[in-house]
T-cell receptor, first 109, second 112 residues
Framework: GIQVEQSPPDLILQEGANSTLRCNFS?????LQWFHQNPWGQLINLFY???GTKQNGRLSATTVATERYSLLYISSSQTTDSGVYFC???????????FGPGTRLSVLP | DSGVTQTPKHLITATGQRVTLRCSPR?????VYWYQQSLDQGLQFLIQ???????AKGNILERFSAQQFPDLHSELNLSSLELGDSALYFC???????????FGQGTRLTVV
């Protein structure tokens, strides 16, 4: 099945810093989403981005489907950005989302 | 609020017992997915339904079963519970299999 890797596994930032999270996947996909799991366990949709670039406030994402990777940019990080960021993909043959292992982000005040 | 409703939010039960987790998808969504997230683990796909029919199966134990009803809500049944079944169980829904999926708040199951 499709493999999903995320890097870095852990990231510690000072408030106000910028960061880039990466998601690599092993097959062509027809669906890619970024999620933020907050410290209370909630999974929050950030982006639905099988290709192209999107922006939402301080967050933006880019997926280069032909090169099988996606990037999530967080600018001017805040303590509320802390949590785990997951990338999840679905390929043209699979019916379920495959999640990456996540990037654990800690933003310090 | 994602529009996906899961009940109960928390559940504590003893080993050997059986529980039922419920999921109401977003209005108009035909696909329902179940995921398990054990402590400090990633999300493991269990099973998917589309419009009442099973579409895909992941590493779901034989002690676990699910179904999607005509009104599109879904239930995940966990039986002969073991300590290792303690986890956060998520339900997600989407219109089609390749469209954006939205997750519920999860049911935190603790087996004691």
């Amino acid at each position: 099945g499709i493999q999903v890797e995320q890097s870095p596994p852990d990231l510690i930032l000072q408030e106000g810093a910028n960061s880039t999270l990466r998601c690599n996947f092993s097959d062509s996909v027809n669906n890619l989403q970024w999620f933020h799991q907050n410290p209370w366990g909630q999974l929050i949709n950030l982006f639905y981005i099988p290709s192209g670039t999107k922006q939402n406030g301080r967050l933006s994402a880019t997926t280069v489907a032909t090169e099988r990777y996606s990037l999530l940019y967080i600018s001017s990080s805040q303590t509320t950005d802390s949590g785990v960021y997951f990338c999840a993909v679905r390929n043209n043959y699979g019916q379920n989302f495959v999640f990456g292992p996540g990037t654990r982000l800690s933003v310090l005040p | 609020d994602s529009g996906v409703t899961q009940t109960p939010k928390h559940l504590i039960t003893a080993t050997g017992q059986r529980v039922t987790l419920r999921c109401s998808p977003r209005s108009g969504d035909l696909s329902v997915y179940w995921y398990q997230q054990s402590l400090d683990q990633g999300l493991q796909f269990l099973i998917q339904y589309y419009n009442g029919e099973e579409r895909a199966k992941g590493n779901i134990l034989e002690r676990f079963s699910a179904q999607q009803f005509p009104d599109l809500h879904s239930e995940l049944n966990l039986s002969s519970l073991e300590l290792g079944d303690s986890a956060l169980y998520f339900c997600a829904s989407s219109v089609q299999s390749n469209t954006e999926a939205f997750f519920g708040q999860g049911t935190r199951l603790t087996v004691v």
